[in-house]
């Protein structure tokens, strides 16, 4: 019998090595994607289109955490797939939290100093929340190996003027109650985990290898 295959996306200026703890049964075939550096005003529909270059197998399961949930469900609009699954992401722009609203109405986001995101402790804090402990900015550092300065411009800008107002039906989300970045009051219909945060997919791994393999299978 085939195996099914299983793309991961990580979230914004992460490697693969988030998903090291994720592991799933022999009937799975697991790859994971990886972030590449965007050609010159690229938008986000033109970067998914070159990322199915790297999926090799017909109606494959998409996997996207944080701004990684946002690409598979780009690329889920060009290929078809089994299962499209977001992990502390967002739907629609309409779950965005309202700092990322005001953000887009002012543009204030093109005023963030994407250069000192090279910084680790900055970059860790933009991309998994304020709440991370200092005494595990080490930790998280190995997981955040994306810090090209035209990556980072291109990804913030994509994340906050995002355009989908409406979900997919075949989108299936799991989401933290405690996620600080994608705040659970403005998410709908998602699978909740207690104590989720937005790195729920570093310290919520048992969770998911548990339940993944039946919410790919459930039709």
Do not use: C
Request: proline share 5%; hydrophobic share 40%; no cysteine.
């Amino acid at each position: 019998m085939s195996k099914i295959p299983v793309y991961f996306m990580p979230g914004l200026a992460a490697s693969p090595v988030i998903f090291e703890n994720i592991k799933l049964p022999e009937e799975f075939e697991v790859h994971f994607l990886e972030w590449f550096i965007p050609e010159d005003k690229e938008s986000l529909s033109e970067y998914a289109l070159r990322m199915t270059k790297n999926i090799k197998h017909e109606n494959p399961v998409l996997v996207g955490v944080s701004f990684g949930g946002i690409l598979v469900q780009e690329i889920a609009e060009l290929i078809s797939t089994r299962k499209t699954i977001i992990i502390s992401s967002v739907k629609t722009n309409l779950e965005m939290p309202t700092r990322m609203k005001i953000a887009k109405k002012t543009l204030a986001y093109k005023l963030i100093p994407t250069s000192l995101l090279a910084n680790v402790e900055t970059l860790v804090k933009y991309a998994f929340g304020e709440n991370i402990i200092s005494s595990r900015l080490k930790l998280y550092e190995k997981y955040l190996s994306v810090r090209d300065k035209k990556y980072l411009d291109w990804a913030i800008e994509n994340v906050v003027l995002w355009s989908r107002t409406s979900p997919s039906d075949k989108v299936v989300h799991i989401h933290g109650d405690a996620d600080e970045v994608f705040p659970i009051q403005n998410i709908k219909n998602a699978i909740q985990i207690k104590g989720g945060t937005h790195i729920m997919i570093i310290n919520k791994y048992k969770w998911i290898n548990e339940n993944l393999p039946k919410i790919i299978l459930n039709n």
